[in-house]
């Protein structure tokens, strides 16, 4: 297995995104490794939103004349994709106290903004805002 995941970061480091991935405070080479397995390179995305709707966190809105139903994310594309950054922002957000993160002031200005949300979990903010 550590030689397979030495070959997986090895093939990852040859991508440009590589280095911008590795960059964030808590993504280590194997986890950068296995986003660019999932995703791809991530400059072929003209904008965090297609990317977003690539992995299935961008949101579903139902509304019909005055009935509005809670916001959703899709879950339509990639599950591994989604799970892996799930993954990925909890571990953020565990190691804040050890590192500063824009990452996470990013998802606590989500979590205020409109209202309080005190159950927001991180598959429900846009990971790839801050990334590009």
């Not at 070959?7 to 194997?30: H, N, R, S, T, V």
């Not at 995703?39 to 004349?65: C, E, H, M, P, W």
């Amino acid at each position: 297995m550590k030689q397979l995941d030495e070959e997986m970061i090895q093939l990852a480091k040859q991508l440009d995104c590589f280095e911008a991935i590795y960059a964030i405070p808590g993504i280590g080479a194997l986890t950068t490794a296995l986003i660019i397995g999932e995703i791809g390179d991530i400059t072929q995305f003209k904008s965090n939103k297609q990317l977003n709707a690539y992995v299935g966190i961008d949101i579903k809105r139902y509304q019909s004349g005055s009935t509005q139903y809670r916001d959703t994310i899709n879950k339509r594309g990639n599950k591994n994709a989604r799970k892996l950054l799930f993954w990925v922002v909890m571990n953020i957000i565990r190691g804040q106290r050890h590192y500063d993160n824009h990452i996470i002031d990013y998802y606590y200005k989500l979590k205020k903004q409109p209202h309080e949300k005190t159950d927001m979990l991180p598959s429900k903010f846009s990971f790839f805002k801050c990334l590009l």
